[in-house]
């Protein structure tokens, strides 16, 4: 029932969307192109928007809690686009407001519908189908072996460029954010491990027209939803983990080598490298059943990599007109950033599959292939369970 529950409540933000644009969501998706209201109603829309996207927040943060890790992994994915969108209208209704007029916001270009292209197939995927089908197929499948020697050689150098690819990914993502935070003055960094998020958006609605204070909303809305990635215990943790990791590497450093360290990829591929070896079998599949799975890992992760990149463009969009509420428009933007960084390591380390304690919502790279080869094991000799467990 919350999956169909989920597909209404998209259908009805969809529906405030169009309203807002008076254009229907399926054509600013394919033409690119549209722009607000300009009605009187404009604000009473935005307000309906609001309400419809913290109502699909809310249900989607639950479906990431429960279900299949597909429908887990699905439901992140779904959130980040969600959290993209957002932040796309937020910039958009700036320039119908008395402050976006003042500061020439006007003449930028509408951001949603160069977004919505993007988003819109992930916000709207069946929850009941996971992630698979909103991957591209383009490239050929992983090339399967009969004999053993190649098919572990082949899962070895699949578990290879796998754990390569996801970290580039996300250290590309996190290298563009920190970029743009450390633009900003220092102490809205330092604030936004420090101010609650709730917070935040009963300040940043003060003095300001009606308009700017909804796409102030939806800014911070947006950052609930990247922070809803990590059940409440966890948010405060990974917003600190995340400032402590931006602190290391303000002065020029690389994300790739942090999360080289953080991930212990090294570590991990000898892990692996001893499962895939100490295997006995005379059956090559599980071999490539792993090798394919874990090139879908990767495939999966630059999904996620593509989709919070969306959200970087969306916090970078609202950076000229948010810095200017003092101080908490500042505050708000900073957290984003921070948060948009805990969500690419943590997710990251979740499909490599770190030793630390992560979100936990994906079976990664050293799971899938103990998985594998321990279903190969129990057939063969009915061996125990020794997947590896997160230390």
């Known amino acids: 029932m919350i999956n169909r ?66 429908q887990r992994e699905l439901a992140q994915l779904q959130i980040l686009a969600a959290a993209a969108i957002d932040l796309h209208v937020a910039s958009d209704l700036v320039q119908r407001s008395e402050e976006g007029v003042a500061a020439g916001v006007v003449e930028r270009d509408v951001s949603l519908p160069g977004a919505i292209a993007s988003l819109r197939p992930i916000l709207t995927a069946d929850p009941d189908k996971g992630i698979g089908p909103l991957l591209s197929r383009s490239t050929e499948r992983v090339a399967s072996s009969r004999e053993i020697g190649p098919a572990k050689t082949k899962l070895q150098d699949e578990v290879k460029v796998a754990l390569e690819d996801i970290r580039d990914d996300a250290a590309t993502v996190c290298q563009a954010t920190l970029k743009n935070l450390l633009l900003m003055p220092l102490p809205a960094i330092k604030n936004a491990v420090q101010v609650a998020v709730a917070e935040i ?89 792993a090798a394919t799975e874990v090139s879908d890992l990767a495939a999966k992760f630059h999904k996620y990599k593509e989709t919070i990149t969306w959200v970087l463009h969306g916090l970078s969009w609202a950076q000229p007109w948010i810095m200017g509420l003092q101080p908490w428009g500042p505050i708000a933007l900073g957290t984003g950033y921070v948060a948009n960084i805990a969500c690419a390591v943590y997710v990251s380390g979740d499909y490599v599959d770190w030793y630390r304690p992560g979100l936990n919502i994906v079976p990664g790279v050293r799971s899938v292939v103990a998985r594998d080869l321990h279903e190969q094991k129990q057939g063969t000799s009915g061996a125990s369970n020794d997947s590896p467990k997160r230390s």
């Open 5 to 70: 529950n989920y597909l209404d409540m998209v259908r009805a933000y969809e529906k405030a969307i169009t309203d807002l644009y008076a254009r229907p969501v399926s054509e600013l998706a394919e033409r690119g192109a549209g722009e607000l209201r300009t009605t009187a109603e404009l604000p009473e829309l935005a307000e309906t928007l609001i309400n419809r996207s913290k109502e699909l927040g809310e249900a989607t943060a639950e479906r990431a809690r429960g279900g299949t890790s597909e």
């Open 201 to 289: 958006l009963a300040k940043l609605g003060e003095s300001v027209s009606r308009l700017l204070r909804m796409a102030t909303t939806l800014v911070v809305q947006a950052v609930q939803k990247l922070l809803s990635i990590f059940n409440q215990d966890a948010q405060e943790e990974a917003r600190k983990q995340a400032t402590e990791w931006i602190d290391e590497l303000k002065n020029g450093g690389l994300f790739a080598t942090l999360l080289d360290r953080l991930y212990e990829l090294e570590r991990i591929r000898d892990e692996v490298k001893a499962r895939i070896e100490g295997t006995e079998s005379e059956d090559a599949a599980p071999f490539n059943r």
